[in-house]
């Protein structure tokens, strides 16, 4: 493919709308087209589509209407002179697969080099466990969140270029577990993270807006002062970190110190580990670990903005018992060697955890129980009557 001249950007969308996010993924094409003048700036675009059925089907109370381009599949595009031009059809490529992922990266740099990279991912997320799901295949799957964050991971030392900017367009990605399995090395790909203060609108990220945000920083070299204005400037309630291996080494440590002072300390009362960061009291023993760990938390927030009556903490930790969950939270680099996991396991200090995980650089398949809470995700005030019909109606209309 021909080369280009090197930009100050170029930017990567992996839109995927091989789920019910197909009308807002398209949307979002649509409007990097709204750029009259981007002749500083890349930018190419993977985008899944499926049926727009499948959205009204799982969106039951809202009113999808079809646009005028009718297709179905995964294509590549570069937007130039304020049109999507198309580069390749993919057919009928699984967007949750993370090698799918790992080759439009490493395709976008290889073919259109620039001084800087921001990475856009846009879909459903589901915390730790996974994001970016497609109900395209024969059966439905979902991209673990430690697959999807090694698939960037891999491209520093494939292409030797790094993400100056990473915008997860996901809900729930603001976890101190997840920074850390992008910054657990002590050369990262990514550098900055862009994302929701827990979640986002169905909308997403105006994409137009973005692009001129970018384009109208007048020292592309400021990376920090980029990051800076999308975060003040683009309407949503957002936080940005910065990935720093020691910063975050610091993290794990002091959830790690806080676990082990609650473990082996001698209160009868029991602590869930949400209280334990939440019902501060002075007295308790490891009261300056909870202060601790919040400092240190603290120190990868670089910018955040909250619009309206935003809520919700900038950064979190995962402060569920997991149960069942406990294997997959244990493939992230932040859950190991720490203690951290034996309270989210509810385990005994001088128990071996005897957790098994596998590694794997595969989608996972969504059992049917997984398929219901997404379901129940886009609808959370519907009666489980209808959440039941809908999983059936989708089921049916795949073939699965």
């Not at 959205?55 to 002179?81: F, K, N, Q």
């Not at 799918?100 to 800087?116: C, M, Q, S, V």
Request: proline share 4%; aromatic share 10%.
């Amino acid at each position: 493919m021909e080369n280009y001249l090197i930009k100050d950007w170029t930017i990567l969308n992996y839109a995927n709308g091989n789920n019910e996010y197909e009308p807002e993924m398209f949307k979002s094409m649509k409007d990097f087209e709204k750029i009259e003048n981007n002749e500083k700036i890349n930018i190419v675009i993977q985008i899944g589509r499926i049926d727009r059925g499948v959205a009204r089907i799982i969106r039951p109370g809202e009113s999808l209407e079809d646009d005028d381009e009718i297709w179905t599949g995964v294509r590549r595009y570069i937007v130039r002179h304020e049109k999507a031009q198309i580069l390749e059809d993919l057919g009928k490529s699984n967007m949750a697969e993370p090698k799918n992922l790992y080759d439009f990266i490493t395709w976008g740099i290889k073919n259109y080099p620039a001084r800087h990279y921001a990475l856009m991912l846009g879909g459903h997320g589901a915390a730790f466990v996974g994001t970016l799901t497609d109900y395209s295949q024969k059966t439905p799957y979902i991209m673990g969140t430690p697959e999807m964050c090694r698939s960037i991971n891999m491209i520093l030392k494939d292409t030797g270029k790094k993400i100056d900017i990473l915008i997860l367009d996901i809900c729930y990605m603001n976890l101190a577990e997840i920074m850390y399995e992008f910054g657990k090395e002590k050369q990262n790909t990514v550098q900055n993270v862009i994302t929701y203060i827990e979640t986002g609108p169905v909308s997403g990220f105006p994409c137009d807006k973005l692009i001129e945000i970018i384009m109208n920083n007048p020292n592309p070299e400021d990376i920090n002062q980029t990051v800076k204005n999308i975060v003040e400037h683009i309407g949503l309630n957002l936080v940005a970190f910065e990935i720093n291996e020691a910063k975050l080494k610091n993290i794990k440590k002091a959830s790690n110190e806080l676990a082990y002072s609650y473990l082996t300390s001698s209160q009868d009362r029991k602590y869930t580990p949400y209280e334990l960061l939440t019902c501060i009291n002075k007295e308790d023993p490891w009261y300056d670990h909870v202060i601790k760990l919040q400092n240190e938390l603290a120190k990868i927030v670089i910018h955040h903005k909250r619009v309206g009556n935003g809520r919700g903490n900038f950064i979190n930790i995962i402060f569920l018992q997991l149960k069942e969950l406990l294997n997959v939270y244990y493939k992230l680099g932040f859950a190991k060697t720490n203690y951290w996991t034996y309270l989210l396991g509810n385990k005994n200090i001088k128990e071996n955890l005897l957790i098994k995980t596998k590694e794997s650089f595969k989608p996972i398949i969504i059992k049917p129980e997984g398929l219901r809470s997404l379901i129940q995700a886009m609808n959370p005030y519907i009666n489980n009557n209808s959440l039941d019909e809908i999983l059936e109606k989708l089921t049916k209309s795949r073939g699965w």
